[in-house]
């Protein structure tokens, strides 16, 4: 089956740094999606992604879908401690899949 | 507009119970799916229901069975409880079926003793 694999698996950063995290596939995507999960709390969807070289932004946050739609990426600017928690991707592959498959995610740890 | 409702927040069974969770959708939403999340993981997907027709399902054991009700709300039954059930079930909406983005409910904390 599909597998997403992302990348960093953890990220420990400074506060007002950029954080850049990716995530690749195994089978071609048509939706990229991010998440964000902070503990005890389910996904909060940040980012949809439809178009193969689509770039779109939330605030502070930007995704990319990547041109060969097996990959994704997420940058955000100038982070704050309020960032911390699990970024994760996801999508369903391409091929008449609608099957949700998501990445391990991204911990993101921000010091103050 | 209250988002995805899941009760109960938290659960403890013993090995060999059945367990039933619920879900109500966010308002106007037909489509319901079931993840389940154990530590360090991403959601695992395992069933999608749409117009009370199960959609999708994903690669777990026939001790996991779900249905969705008329008004759209949904629970998931898992019997033969094993340890390893030990997990946060998250549910999550959408309008429609298919690759619509979903929202999620805050989860049921499964605990197996």
């Known amino acids: 089956g599909q597998q997403l694999n992302q990348s960093p698996q953890s990220m420990f950063i400074q506060e007002g740094e950029d954080v850049s995290m990716n995530c690749t596939s195994s089978?071609?995507?048509?939706?990229w999606l991010w998440y964000k999960q902070d503990p005890g709390e389910g996904p909060v969807l940040l980012i949809a992604?439809?178009?193969?070289?689509e770039l779109t932004s939330n605030g502070r946050l930007t995704a990319q879908f990547g041109i060969t739609r097996k990959d994704s990426f997420l940058n955000i600017s100038a982070s704050i401690p309020s960032d911390v928690g699990i970024y994760f991707c996801a999508g369903p592959a391409s091929g008449g899949s609608y099957i949700p498959t998501f990445g391990r995610g991204t911990s993101l740890i921000v010091h103050p | 507009d209250a988002g995805v409702t899941q009760s109960p927040t938290h659960l403890i069974k013993t090995r060999g119970q059945q367990v039933t969770l619920r879900c109500s959708p966010i308002s106007g939403h037909k489509s319901v799916s079931w993840y389940q999340q154990v530590l360090g993981q991403g959601p695992q997907f395992i069933f999608q229901y749409y117009e009370k027709e199960e959609r999708g399902r994903g690669n777990f054991p026939d001790r996991f069975s779900a249905r969705q009700f008329p008004n759209y709300s949904s629970e998931l039954n898992v019997n033969a409880l094993l340890l390893g059930d030990s997990a946060l079930y998250l549910c999550?909406?959408?309008?429609?079926?298919?690759?619509?983005?979903?929202?999620f409910g805050d989860g049921t904390r499964l605990s197996i003793l």
């Open positions: 999550a909406s959408s309008p429609g079926g298919g690759d619509q983005p979903q929202h």
């Open positions: 992604l439809y178009k193969a070289g």
């Open positions: 089978s071609i995507f048509n939706t």
